[in-house]
C-alpha cells in the first residue's frame, strides 16, 4: 500500500535529516515506526503527507509511492484526497469548537453525502466522544483529544492512517484506552495505520511489524514479536534488562549510559 523507498530528506538546502529510510505499510496491518526523540520520525511522516515544505524541507532522493503512484511531488490535499490522513503530534483539535463541530471540520474535502453515515459510525467507535458531543474540545482530557483528533482524521475517509506519537503526554490507563481504540479502528473499520512511537510497549500491544529508527536511519525491521526478544530493543525502548538480579551492575549502567548518548 504504502512504499517508502530510500528517501533522504533535507531541511533548508543543508542539513540532512533522514539519510535513506525505506519502509512499507501493507493494506490492512499496523506498522509501528519507533525511535527517540530527534530520530526523524515525524520528518517522515510529514515527507509522506507531502508537508514537508511548509518547513522548507526537501526530499532530495527516492522515492514515496501511494498503490502503486508516486506521491513525492503531490500536495498535501492530494494526498489525503488519494487516502493518506495523519494525526499529528500533541493532538491539535480545535478547542473553541465543540467535539461534533471537529469532526465535521474532519470531512471539508469530502463532496459525498456520507458524512452523516461515518459520523454515526465515529460514534460508534468513540462513545465517550458521543456523550461529549456538545462539549467544546478544549474541556476534554488527554485521552478524549486524542479521540477526537483520529476521529477527526477518520472523517477524511483515509486508507492510510498515520499517528504521530499518539501517546504522548497520556497517562498510562489513557494510553491503554487510545491504544485500545487503535486495535479496534484496525479490526472493525479495517483500518491500515502507520503508528510513530516511543513508547515501545504500547505501539507493541497493537502492531505486527515494527521499524527501529535512529539518527535518520533505520537502524533495525521485523515482526514485533521477534523485536520485543531483541536484547538492545528491550534494554533501549522497553526498559528491560535480563539481569536476573533485576538490578544493573555498574558495568551495564555504564555502558547503557555510553550508548545512550552515542544513539541520541
Ligand atoms: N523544520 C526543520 N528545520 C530544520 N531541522 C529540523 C526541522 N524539523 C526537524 N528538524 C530536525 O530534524 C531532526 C529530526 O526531527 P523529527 O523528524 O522531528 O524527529 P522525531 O519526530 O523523531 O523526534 C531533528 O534533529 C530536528 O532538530
Ligand atoms: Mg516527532
Keep these: 500500500m504504502l512504499e517508502v523507498r530510500n ?9 540532512l535529516v533522514l539519510k535513506g529510510i525505506s519502509l512499507s505499510v501493507a493494506e490492512g496491518s499496523i506498522v509501528a515506526l519507533l525511535g527517540a526523540n530527534g530520530a526523524g520520525k515525524t520528518t517522515t511522516a510529514k515527507a509522506v503527507c507531502g508537508l514537508l515544505e511548509f518547513q522548507d524541507g526537501n526530499v532530495t532522493e527516492g522515492t514515496i509511492e501511494f498503490f502503486g503512484a508516486r506521491i513525492n511531488d503531490c500536495s498535501p490535499e492530494d494526498i489525503v484526497g488519494r487516502g493518506i490522513s495523519m494525526v499529528p503530534e500533541g493532538r491539535r483539535v480545535f478547542v473553541q469548537l465543540t467535539v461534533e463541530e471537529n469532526l465535521k471540520v474532519g470531512s471539508y474535502l469530502r463532496r ?19 456523550r461529549r458531543r456538545d462539549v467544546k474540545a478544549g474541556y476534554l482530557s488527554g485521552g478524549e483529544q486524542q479521540m477526537l483528533a483520529i476521529g477527526r482524521a477518520m472523517m477524511s475517509r ?3 492512517l498515520i499517528l504521530d506519537e499518539p501517546s504522548l503526554g497520556l497517562s498510562p490507563r489513557l494510553v491503554e484506552e487510545v491504544f485500545q481504540v487503535i486495535a479496534r479502528l484496525n479490526k472493525e473499520a479495517n483500518m491500515t495505520l502507520l503508528i510513530i512511537e516511543q513508547n515501545a510497549h504500547a505501539a507493541f500491544s497493537v502492531a505486527r511489524y515494527g521499524y527501529i529508527m535512529e539518527n535518520g536511519r533505520i ?3 521485523a515482526d514485533t514479536d521477534r523485536l520485543v526478544r531483541d536484547a538492545d530493543v528491550k534494554e533501549f525502548y522497553l526498559g528491560i534488562t535480563d539481569n536476573t538480579s533485576g538490578r544493573k551492575s555498574f558495568n551495564q549502567v555504564k555502558s547503557y549510559k555510553r550508548r545512550k548518548r552515542w544513539l541520541s
Design 7 to 15: 528517501v533522504k530528506v533535507v531541511y533548508n538546502d543543508v542539513i
Design 112 to 130: 459525498d453525502s456520507a458524512v452523516r453515515k461515518d459520523l454515526e459510525d465515529i460514534w460508534q467507535l468513540f462513545p465517550s466522544l458521543w
Design 158 to 160: 483515509p486508507r492510510l
Design 219 to 221: 537502524v533495525m525491521d
